[in-house]
């Protein structure tokens, strides 16, 4: 019923920068959160930085005042801005959008196909 689609992963040199996009589409009541995740080998799936429809904002210690997240609710879209790249940012990147598909539903997590971010020299 509801798609993601991200797009923006690339290969950058440390102390780059990158812009990650994702945009949701389908039967989309509402859209209350919108966040994006991180996975790399050998590790767990860890919230980088989520935004609510209010505005308010979360951050992974490691990422906060490096990351900047927005959100374009007209377009159900959502944004990751990626500053001062370390190696150990270096994974696939995942959108999900927290989703209301109609008036009587509840919320469901919906999730992209993720993209893949390489931070090296």
């Known amino acids: 019923q509801v798609q993601l689609v991200e797009s923006g992963g690339v290969l950058v040199q440390p102390g780059g920068s990158l812009r990650l996009s994702c945009a949701a589409s389908g039967s989309i009541y509402s859209i209350n959160f919108m966040g994006w995740y991180r996975q790399s080998p050998g590790k767990e799936r860890e919230l980088v930085a989520g935004i609510f429809n209010g505005g308010s904002t979360n951050y992974a210690d490691s990422v906060k005042g490096r990351f900047t997240i927005s959100r374009d609710n007209a377009k159900n879209a959502v944004f990751l801005q990626l500053n001062s790249l370390r190696p150990e940012d270096t994974a696939v990147y995942y959108c999900?959008?927290?989703?209301?598909?109609?008036?009587?539903?509840?919320?469901?997590?919906?999730w992209g196909q993720g993209t893949q971010v390489t931070v090296s020299s």
């Open positions: 999900k959008a927290q989703v209301r598909t109609g008036y009587y539903m509840n919320y469901r997590d919906y």
